[in-house]
């Protein structure tokens, strides 16, 4: 089976949303919060656009936001996230105004909206990652490697539990970006080029500095000189479709300027310079790397160790000349780089350092790779791989289900970290 089927696309689809859902229910249900939990903190900044929008009917509006000084409410967030969670709300909406419903509340259409709106690009993703990998590798390697980056990596924590923050959105983003890149390269149309462009201009229009995924764009399939020299030569030639990249940017940016405009008279601000958290990248000299991929609080690799296989199929790559390394690296290096530069590294109440999980679709390349090569070796290591991924995945799992917000805090640490993993065992603490 290469191509998956309409139907099957729809259906899976509607089973992974219902049972995705099902698990968020189950959640929220056991620790008595009501799933408005959902749409607060940033899931909030980006949902109070629509809000403002179509409820309040004032886009100035919006309560999770910094009071300036002349009393104006300035929304530090992009409105990217709204915009892909519009065809949601608009249903939420209308379900509302019809049934006459409340607008407010622990479980109100809105908050349903945006928990399957979070789920639905989580699966688009995944889909897409899907056809990506079939492109190049066999049904069981393809299947295994969406399976650990769902259920192996952080990215399962975002889809049932905190689906109105942006990653799901970005991991949809980047990985609708990348088969545009693969289709371009074999159709160098105005389609691939619009799946390129659409991808771009949104992937920047939620996250700027996540703009560094173009290089993919001039280093796809790139591991000596000769085939970068290939790839300029095949750009310079089909270049034309490639201008609605930033015909895309300015378009979708055009109401975030205005908006900006309005608060401060400036079409183009950074938002945290009005943030009264002194926040920015501030650690430029000194970036925390090993806080980042290392600590107790929210560090990468702790958290999600299955990325220890990607990093180990990238390196193979590199040696290999193989696939897309040089993109792939300068891409994580990047992300890893103004991560560490930030303020606050490891993002505050991120579960497994939820940055990287925008870049996924990425890593899942390297980590086919890896998976692929396991899957041909001696079956021995085949039984003792697969049984080191199922012991994540579960691990993965009870972390994400046990996971309370204070472990960001200062006063959580490697006891903290070690507790939790004995209790995922069914450890008794300091048994």
Not at 20 to 41: D, E, I, P
Not at 56 to 77: A, R, T, V
């Amino acid at each position: 089976m290469k191509k998956i089927t309409i139907r099957q696309a729809i259906v899976s689809g509607i089973l992974f949303i219902i049972v995705v859902s099902f698990f968020t229910y189950v959640k929220y249900h056991r620790y008595n919060q009501g799933l408005s939990v959902v749409v607060s903190s940033d899931a909030e900044g980006y949902h109070q656009y629509l809000t403002a929008l179509f409820i309040h009917q004032d886009i100035f509006n919006q309560p999770y936001s910094y009071l300036l000084e002349d009393g104006k409410m300035f929304n530090k967030y992009n409105y990217g996230v709204a915009l892909l969670q519009l065809p949601f709300f608009l249903v939420a909406h209308l379900v509302t105004v019809v049934f006459d419903l409340p607008v407010s509340g622990n479980l109100t259409a809105y908050v349903i909206s945006v928990i399957i709106a979070g789920i639905f690009y989580t699966y688009l993703g995944l889909l897409l990652l899907f056809k990506l990998l079939r492109r190049k590798y066999d049904l069981k390697t393809t299947w295994i490697t969406v399976v650990l980056v769902f259920l192996g990596t952080n990215l399962v924590f975002y889809a049932y539990r905190d689906p109105g923050m942006s990653h799901a959105y970005a991991f949809f983003l980047m990985a609708l970006f990348i088969y545009g890149v693969h289709r371009y390269y074999d159709d160098p149309g105005i389609q691939s080029g619009l799946l390129i462009a659409g991808s771009v201009g949104l992937i920047g229009l939620i996250r700027l500095p996540h703009l560094i995924v173009i290089v993919y764009l001039v280093l796809i399939r790139v591991t000596t000189w000769k085939d970068l020299r290939k790839n300029i030569h095949f750009l310079r030639n089909y270049w034309q479709p490639l201008l609605l990249i930033p015909l895309f940017l300015v378009a979708l940016y055009i109401p975030q300027s205005l908006y900006w405009h309005a608060l401060t008279g400036h079409y183009f601000v950074n938002p945290y310079d009005y943030s009264i958290a002194n926040e920015g990248f501030f650690n430029w000299n000194k970036p925390r790397i090993g806080l980042v991929l290392f600590g107790p609080v929210g560090g990468w690799l702790i958290i999600t160790p299955i990325m220890l296989f990607a990093l180990t199929g990238l390196i193979m790559q590199l040696f290999s000349s193989r696939g897309s390394p040089w993109a792939i690296l300068i891409i994580l290096l990047t992300t890893l780089y103004l991560y560490g530069s930030w303020w606050h590294p490891t993002l505050a109440g991120s579960y497994g350092h939820r940055g990287f999980i925008d870049i996924y679709p990425f890593m899942a390349l390297p980590l086919a790779f890896i998976v692929h090569a396991i899957l041909k070796s001696a079956k021995p290591l085949q039984f003792v791989v697969m049984g080191i991924w199922m012991l994540l995945i579960y691990i993965n799992l009870q972390f994400s289900f046990m996971y309370k917000y204070w472990w960001w805090d200062v006063d959580w640490g490697w006891q903290g970290y070690l507790n939790t993993l004995a209790k995922a065992f069914f450890i008794p603490a300091g048994g």
